[in-house]
């Protein structure tokens, strides 16, 4: 049986990851969570029984460690972290003190026989961009946001653990995903849910900001698959599309999905974190998938059948 902790587990990309490794009836998991952003109603069915959920601030060592010395765990996916540009940007003292939550982490593991640590890092470590695609060799350090510093450090950490106290780690820098469990302040699911609705869709600026968006059965495939498979040990993945959209154009697409009456209105451009283009190279992601990626109108046709975001669960949610 392998001990496997998976911190943000009640959010989007780490429930989603939590499902999928409880699939295996080899592995237990622990899901720590403080449920600042994160939600109960994301958590596996508890009729399997190889998995449990604690409440617990990864920033606290005493929590955390409790936690981990418990348990003993074989692998971490560490994925708890202050999220979305406006929350990041109106909460910069909460996103600097996820840095504790990474070293109490690593502190931990490096004593009590964690083989691999796996860490969600993000596109803005890219900051603005400066060769496109964006590969993983080439970080400019040039970003201003706390939540990009933060995941700079993060990898930092990571690496000279590695070469002081031998503790691997893979590090997924994360693009936009999406899917069905998403929160409604993310691009994606804010613009579904008003095409439902009918209602106006804000763009910021003229719209011309190019994303990749990317499935979250794409994601988290891949990122099993590098576990499962001891694959990119001590190195860096990007996981995302590269496939460019702009947000005017996804805002269009989401409004033809969904037959929407919803019409595109432009606002003030963001002061700043809106970067003007995200383009990973995801040449080891698709080495990790070995399988075409889903293509955007179809995931967002699959958001639709899931049913989550009908006008029924949505005036349920309010």
Same mark, same amino acid.
């Given at each position: 049986?392998?001990?496997?902790?998976?911190?943000?587990?009640?959010?989007?990309? @780490?429930?989603?990851?939590?499902?999928?490794?409880?699939?295996?009836?080899?592995?237990?998991? $622990?899901?720590?969570?403080?449920?600042?952003?994160? =939600?109960?109603?994301?958590?596996?069915?508890?009729?399997?029984?190889?998995?449990?959920?604690?409440?617990?601030?990864?920033? &606290?060592? %005493?929590?955390?460690?409790?936690?981990?010395? =418990?348990?003993?765990?074989?692998?971490?996916?560490?994925?708890?972290?202050?999220?979305?540009?406006?929350?990041?940007?109106? &909460?910069?003292?909460?996103?600097?003190?996820?840095?504790?939550?990474?070293?109490?982490?690593?502190?931990?593991?490096?004593?009590?026989?964690?083989?691999?640590?796996?860490?969600?890092?993000?596109?803005?470590?890219?900051?603005?961009?400066?060769?496109?695609?964006?590969?993983?060799?080439?970080?400019?350090?040039?970003?201003?946001?706390?939540?990009?510093?933060?995941?700079?450090? @993060?990898?930092?950490?990571?690496?000279?653990?590695?070469?002081?106290?031998?503790? &691997? /780690?893979?590090?997924? %820098?994360?693009? +936009?995903? /999406? @899917?069905?469990?998403?929160?409604?302040? !993310?691009?994606?699911?804010?613009?579904?849910?008003?095409? #439902?609705? +009918?209602?106006?869709?804000? $763009? /910021? @600026?003229?719209?011309?900001?190019?994303?990749?968006?990317?499935?979250?059965?794409?994601?988290?495939?891949?990122?099993?698959?590098?576990?499962?498979?001891?694959? !990119?040990?001590?190195?860096?993945? &990007?996981?995302?599309?590269?496939?460019?959209?702009?947000?005017?154009?996804?805002?269009?697409?989401?409004?033809?999905?969904?037959?929407?009456?919803?019409?595109?209105?432009?606002?003030?451009?963001?002061?700043?974190?809106?970067?003007?283009?995200?383009?990973?190279?995801?040449?080891?992601?698709?080495?990790?998938?070995? %399988?075409?990626?889903?293509? #955007?109108?179809?995931?967002?046709?699959?958001?639709?059948?899931?049913?989550?975001?009908?006008?029924?669960?949505?005036?349920?949610?309010?």
């Amino acid at each position: 049986m392998r001990n496997i902790l998976v911190t943000g587990g009640a959010g989007f990309i @780490g429930s989603a990851l939590a499902k999928r490794l409880i699939k295996e009836k080899d592995n237990f998991i $622990v899901i720590a969570d403080d449920l600042s952003t994160g =939600s109960v109603e994301k958590l596996p069915d508890p009729k399997q029984k190889n998995w449990k959920f604690i409440k617990c601030d990864l920033n &606290n060592y %005493r929590d955390i460690s409790e936690v981990m010395l =418990s348990f003993n765990f074989d692998f971490v996916f560490h994925y708890a972290a202050v999220v979305g540009v406006q929350r990041t940007l109106d &909460n910069p003292v909460s996103v600097l003190k996820d840095i504790e939550g990474i070293k109490n982490i690593l502190n931990i593991a490096k004593n009590h026989g964690t083989e691999r640590i796996f860490f969600s890092s993000s596109s803005e470590v890219y900051g603005e961009p400066v060769d496109l695609p964006q590969n993983e060799l080439t970080t400019p350090l040039n970003s201003r946001l706390p939540y990009a510093v933060v995941k700079n450090l @993060g990898e930092a950490f990571l690496r000279s653990y590695k070469r002081e106290f031998n503790l &691997n /780690y893979t590090i997924f %820098r994360l693009f +936009n995903t /999406y @899917g069905p469990d998403q929160s409604i302040d !993310f691009v994606m699911s804010k613009f579904i849910r008003l095409a #439902i609705r +009918n209602e106006d869709i804000n $763009v /910021y @600026g003229d719209g011309t900001q190019a994303r990749t968006f990317c499935f979250i059965d794409d994601h988290i495939d891949s990122t099993v698959n590098a576990f499962q498979n001891d694959l !990119f040990v001590n190195d860096v993945v &990007n996981i995302g599309s590269d496939v460019e959209v702009t947000i005017k154009e996804l805002a269009a697409l989401v409004i033809d999905i969904t037959n929407s009456k919803s019409t595109i209105v432009h606002v003030d451009p963001l002061p700043e974190g809106d970067m003007l283009r995200r383009l990973p190279d995801i040449t080891n992601m698709k080495k990790l998938l070995n %399988r075409d990626l889903t293509p #955007i109108s179809e995931g967002i046709k699959k958001v639709l059948e899931s049913g989550k975001f009908s006008k029924e669960s949505l005036t349920a949610h309010e």
